[in-house]
């Protein structure tokens, strides 16, 4: 269908010199597969995946050896099968040159592919779709690695229309040309699976027209399924609030998202990634790339991700005076720190750079607010106050003119006439407002957990002076009891316990006294049908036994009478004396068992035993007096 | 003469009526100064400035009993913060109460920990978890840094680990520009 749709425009924006038409001679070409692939675990915009894999784990391609951390985060796969070399800190694509977690992988050159399983899409909840797609790894390939899956969520209002972004405004790059020109089949049916999922009522593909290969193809696969227009070529057409806007007027305003308007938008690589997933059941394991530059022969690779920077610039035979890479394109992409980083999901091209090309920005001169750049700007916004804003480190102003609507297109940096670098000023920003409010929220957290741990601090307290006064009470009322009936054993029944110490005490005696009792009154088990010789044993035992406990409930009565100054374990020995004896009366009431057809030897020693333990059980002095 | 006194009066006592209403009905629930130099305060609770938390040295500085210049966790942005707040004029950082160290947790080497739980009654922010004679370990999430672990600790099994920066809380630097000095002239 062609294109009779109203377009709109955007404010601002440049026209820089495209240099797309080196790199679109050539098709897509597979780069050969390396023999080590690093596979960052941080790739979308949330947390990093958890590794699944150990090192020395063999693993099959498209294989899942990371899980998604959290909603903004997706899955990683394995981009070829071989081992698991190790897992841990690897140069990263980001400029920092920090090093972040990654899964190194050894290929083993046999691609053998994990059990692929297609999704019956028509049979599938939207909600089971997304998380397949989570799964799979499917992040937005223009850049932003956004989660597709969160985007693939119907507005409030629902959403009427699915744009997919063929704009691809940036210099140098091709990839989304390439991909469209080559896969136009693959892209709209992943548009399709799209619609399908938001339950989205059209299809609008937006293609700058300065791509009439890609367009003609687009239209031809599209047939009556889709609305494939041509944009005007005029950077960033490609933003998508821009692309947005110039499809269908809507002006997204700051804070809300175009979910809210009905319309959501994904780029044609992310699209085609959707298609691969869903009807092949293949995860996001490579992406085209297009390397351009300073290199010989300019072309687009379809490249495994992980796989080193270098050796897929090497295929396009960079020039000797390339000193450094840039991913992504000249007006928005980020510096290299190293020739090893690892193509990741949000490599779309890969620009080899030397001083010749790109030479070194001239020194930035003093703004005079000429205004130019707040003309440029395509977001409406006032680049020369964010950046005096930035500048002073003013982040509070710089947030009141809306800092965070900067899509950092790099466009008034283009046109500033003082040379600038004004995205470096709003990057720099950004990242301190971030980095204040993580302190912020960690400081509030931290605020929070203090103030209830002292809040359960006090809780305790009281809650262990609630009980304390409950057992006083409860003591109190048993002490009162015992002195009205006192035991026979001559217990000290706590004569009125002066403080809370010796009830406690006089608890914990009154435990010891029962527990001990306890295995006393419990009837010995197994002692039917036992040979006389093992009766004989057992008799030996017990005497032994009763000749062993008095002498210590004697101790016990000496101790507690020299030492009266020690009131506290004076009462303890007392009590644990007065328990022995109650355990001790205890046993000897029971009746002996098993005594019946005894021989005559036996009857003796038994009444031998008896007698003693008369003997015994009379030398312990009477029970001590209760002291005080 | 009559009838403009008494509207006066009635004036004065609708105006004084309304005013005594809005005292009552919008009156203003603790101190919001100390809230506010509370919210400056970076929350490490380690008791440096020698009050047992963020929130009483705040109280403190409200009620002018503390320097603003005894928080070694907040530095000297933090101080300066305060000293925009409150009107005062900046002082560096008191050296009595310790000196501005870059942001670390604590970190329990497990071989060694006995389970003596005294970490995790000192910790402030709950966040050592363990029980008696289990190992501990330190959520570093959670961990302010405040070293008050570090001393109770009977076998020296705790130490401090400067946080070190990751892709994720890298920031960009302010931009630079290098003076380039060619072979004619200095640019």
């Given at each position: 269908?062609?294109?009779?749709?109203?377009?709109?425009?955007?404010?601002?924006?440049?026209?820089?010199?495209?240099?797309?038409?080196?790199?679109?001679?050539?098709?897509?070409?597979?780069?050969?597969?390396?023999?080590?692939?690093?596979?960052?675990?941080?790739?979308?915009?949330?947390?990093?995946?958890?590794?699944?894999?150990?090192?020395?784990?063999?693993?099959?391609?498209?294989?899942?050896?990371?899980?998604?951390?959290?909603?903004?985060?997706?899955?990683?796969?394995?981009?070829?099968?071989?081992?698991?070399?190790?897992?841990?800190?690897?140069?990263?694509?980001?400029?920092?040159?920090?090093?972040?977690?990654?899964?190194?992988?050894?290929?083993?050159?046999?691609?053998?592919?994990?059990?692929?399983?297609?999704?019956?899409?028509?049979?599938?909840?939207?909600?089971?779709?997304?998380?397949?797609?989570?799964?799979?790894?499917?992040?937005?390939?223009?850049?932003?690695?956004?989660?597709?899956?969160?985007?693939?969520?119907?507005?409030?209002?629902?959403?009427?229309?699915?744009?997919?972004?063929?704009?691809?405004?940036?210099?140098?790059?091709?990839?989304?040309?390439?991909?469209?020109?080559?896969?136009?089949?693959?892209?709209?049916?992943?548009?399709?699976?799209?619609?399908?999922?938001?339950?989205?009522?059209?299809?609008?593909?937006?293609?700058?027209?300065?791509?009439?290969?890609?367009?003609?193809?687009?239209?031809?696969?599209?047939?009556?399924?889709?609305?494939?227009?041509?944009?005007?070529?005029?950077?960033?057409?490609?933003?998508?609030?821009?692309?947005?806007?110039?499809?269908?007027?809507?002006?997204?305003?700051?804070?809300?998202?175009?979910?809210?308007?009905?319309?959501?938008?994904?780029?044609?690589?992310?699209?085609?990634?959707?298609?691969?997933?869903?009807?092949?059941?293949?995860?996001?394991?490579?992406?085209?790339?297009?390397?351009?530059?300073?290199?010989?022969?300019?072309?687009?690779?379809?490249?495994?991700?992980?796989?080193?920077?270098?050796?897929?610039?090497?295929?396009?035979?960079?020039?000797?005076?390339?000193?450094?890479?840039?991913?992504?394109?000249?007006?928005?992409?980020?510096?290299?720190?190293?020739?090893?980083?690892?193509?990741?999901?949000?490599?779309?091209?890969?620009?080899?750079?030397?001083?010749?090309?790109?030479?070194?920005?001239?020194?930035?001169?003093?703004?005079?607010?000429?205004?130019?750049?707040?003309?440029?700007?395509?977001?409406?916004?006032?680049?020369?106050?964010?950046?005096?804003?930035?500048?002073?480190?003013?982040?509070?102003?710089?947030?009141?003119?809306?800092?965070?609507?900067?899509?950092?297109?790099?466009?008034?940096?283009?046109?500033?006439?003082?040379?600038?670098?004004?995205?470096?000023?709003?990057?720099?920003?950004?990242?301190?407002?971030?980095?204040?409010?993580?302190?912020?929220?960690?400081?509030?957290?931290?605020?929070?957990?203090?103030?209830?741990?002292?809040?359960?601090?006090?809780?305790?307290?009281?809650?262990?002076?609630?009980?304390?006064?409950?057992?006083?009470?409860?003591?109190?009322?048993?002490?009162?009891?015992?002195?009205?009936?006192?035991?026979?054993?001559?217990?000290?029944?706590?004569?009125?316990?002066?403080?809370?110490?010796?009830?406690?005490?006089?608890?914990?005696?009154?435990?010891?006294?029962?527990?001990?009792?306890?295995?006393?009154?419990?009837?010995?088990?197994?002692?039917?049908?036992?040979?006389?010789?093992?009766?004989?044993?057992?008799?030996?035992?017990?005497?032994?036994?009763?000749?062993?406990?008095?002498?210590?409930?004697?101790?016990?009565?000496?101790?507690?009478?020299?030492?009266?100054?020690?009131?506290?374990?004076?009462?303890?020995?007392?009590?644990?004396?007065a328990a022995m004896a109650r355990a001790q009366a205890q046993q000897a009431a029971a009746p002996p068992r098993n005594t019946d057809k005894l021989s005559p030897a036996t009857q003796a020693e038994i009444a031998a035993i008896?007698?003693?333990?008369?003997?015994?059980?009379?030398?312990?002095?009477?029970?001590?007096?209760?002291?005080? | 003469?009559?009838?403009?006194?008494?509207?006066?009066?009635?004036?004065?006592?609708?105006?004084?009526?309304?005013?005594?209403?809005?005292?009552?009905?919008?009156?203003?629930?603790?101190?919001?100064?100390?809230?506010?130099?509370?919210?400056?305060?970076?929350?490490?609770?380690?008791?440096?400035?020698?009050?047992?938390?963020?929130?009483?040295?705040?109280?403190?500085?409200?009620?002018?009993?503390?320097?603003?210049?005894?928080?070694?966790?907040?530095?000297?942005?933090?101080?300066?913060?305060?000293?925009?707040?409150?009107?005062?004029?900046?002082?560096?950082?008191?050296?009595?109460?310790?000196?501005?160290?870059?942001?670390?947790?604590?970190?329990?080497?497990?071989?060694?920990?006995?389970?003596?739980?005294?970490?995790?009654?000192?910790?402030?922010?709950?966040?050592?978890?363990?029980?008696?004679?289990?190992?501990?370990?330190?959520?570093?999430?959670?961990?302010?840094?405040?070293?008050?672990?570090?001393?109770?600790?009977?076998?020296?099994?705790?130490?401090?680990?400067?946080?070190?920066?990751?892709?994720?809380?890298?920031?960009?630097?302010?931009?630079?520009?290098?003076?380039?000095?060619?072979?004619?002239?200095?640019?």
């Open positions: 269908m062609t294109a009779l749709r109203k377009l709109f425009s955007f404010n601002g924006g440049i026209k820089p010199e495209p240099h797309k038409a080196a790199s679109t001679v050539e098709p897509i070409a597979v780069a050969p597969l390396p023999a080590r692939l690093v596979v960052p675990l941080w790739q979308s915009t949330g947390a990093a995946a958890l590794p699944l894999v150990q090192a020395g784990d063999r693993v099959l391609k498209g294989q899942r050896i990371g899980a998604a951390d959290g909603g903004l985060s997706v899955a990683v796969h394995a981009p070829t099968s071989g081992t698991v070399l190790q897992i841990g800190p690897q140069p990263m694509a980001h400029p920092s040159g920090l090093l972040a977690p990654a899964i190194v992988l050894a290929a083993d050159g046999e691609e053998r592919w994990a059990d692929l399983e297609p999704v019956n899409v028509a049979g599938t909840p939207p909600d089971a779709l997304r998380d397949l797609l989570r799964d799979a790894g499917i992040v937005g390939l223009g850049g932003a690695v956004f989660p597709s899956h969160q985007k693939l969520r119907p507005g409030p209002h629902g959403t009427r229309t699915l744009i997919i972004n063929g704009a691809e405004c940036e210099p140098f790059i091709t990839c989304d040309d390439m991909l469209m020109r080559e896969r136009a089949a693959g892209i709209l049916r992943g548009a399709a699976l799209m619609k399908h999922i938001l339950q989205a009522r059209e299809i609008v593909i937006g293609i700058e027209d300065n791509k009439p290969e890609a367009l003609a193809a687009m239209q031809a696969a599209a047939g009556s399924e889709a609305e494939v227009v041509a944009v005007p070529t005029r950077y960033p057409a490609g933003g998508a609030k821009q692309l947005i806007r110039v499809l269908t007027g809507i002006e997204v305003p700051h804070g809300r998202r175009s979910t809210d308007y009905g319309v959501q938008c994904f780029n044609v690589g992310t699209a085609f990634a959707v298609h691969q997933a869903l009807d092949l059941g293949r995860p996001l394991i490579s992406r085209v790339v297009t390397i351009a530059g300073n290199v010989a022969r300019p072309r687009n690779y379809d490249v495994l991700i992980g796989t080193a920077m270098r050796e897929v610039v090497a295929l396009a035979g960079p020039q000797p005076d390339t000193d450094r890479y840039i991913m992504g394109g000249p007006m928005m992409g980020l510096p290299m720190p190293d020739f090893d980083a690892p193509v990741v999901k949000a490599t779309n091209a890969i620009l080899a750079s030397s001083p010749a090309l790109f030479p070194p920005a001239p020194p930035e001169q003093p703004c005079i607010r000429c205004g130019d750049c707040a003309r440029a700007c395509p977001a409406d916004l006032q680049p020369l106050e964010l950046y005096w804003f930035s500048r002073a480190r003013n982040f509070g102003k710089a947030q009141e003119y809306h800092l965070f609507d900067c899509i950092e297109c790099g466009c008034c940096a283009y046109v500033c006439p003082a040379h600038i670098p004004l995205v470096d000023y709003y990057r720099y920003a950004k990242s301190e407002v971030w980095a204040h409010e993580r302190e912020k929220e960690a400081a509030d957290a931290a605020r929070q957990r203090f103030e209830f741990r002292n809040f359960r601090q006090e809780r305790e307290e009281s809650e262990k002076a609630a009980k304390l006064a409950a057992r006083n009470a409860a003591a109190a009322a048993a002490a009162r009891a015992s002195a009205d009936k006192p035991l026979p054993t001559g217990e000290p029944a706590d004569a009125a316990p002066s403080s809370t110490e010796d009830k406690k005490k006089a608890l914990i005696a009154a435990a010891l006294a029962r527990a001990q009792a306890q295995p006393a009154a419990a009837p010995p088990r197994n002692t039917d049908n036992l040979s006389a010789d093992t009766q004989a044993e057992i008799a030996a035992i017990e005497t032994r036994r009763q000749q062993v406990s008095p002498p210590a409930g004697d101790d016990a009565g000496e101790t507690s009478a020299t030492s009266a100054a020690a009131p506290g374990t004076a009462d303890k020995k007392a009590l644990i004396a008896e007698a003693r333990r008369q003997q015994a059980a009379s030398l312990p002095p009477a029970p001590p007096e209760p002291p005080k | 003469m009559l009838s403009a006194l008494l509207v006066m009066t009635g004036i004065a006592l609708a105006i004084g009526a309304a005013l005594g209403y809005a005292a009552v009905r919008f009156r203003v629930e603790g101190d919001p100064l100390v809230e506010k130099i509370d919210a400056i305060l970076p929350q490490t609770q380690c008791g440096q400035c020698g009050y047992p938390g963020c929130k009483p040295y705040a109280q403190a500085i409200a009620g002018g009993e503390a320097e603003i210049n005894q928080c070694p966790p907040g530095g000297e942005e933090g101080i300066r913060k305060l000293a925009d707040l409150l009107g005062r004029e900046f002082k560096p950082l008191s050296e009595a109460h310790g000196v501005e160290k870059p942001k670390a947790v604590a970190v329990i080497d497990e071989q060694i920990c006995i389970g003596c739980t005294l970490c995790i009654q000192a910790c402030p922010v709950d966040a050592i978890v363990g029980a008696a004679k289990q190992m501990h370990t330190v959520v570093d999430k959670l961990c302010t840094g405040c070293e008050l672990c570090v001393a109770p600790c009977p076998v020296d099994c705790i130490s401090m680990v400067t946080q070190a920066e990751t892709v994720q809380t890298w920031k960009w630097r302010y931009p630079v520009v290098p003076l380039r000095v060619e072979g004619k002239r200095a640019a």
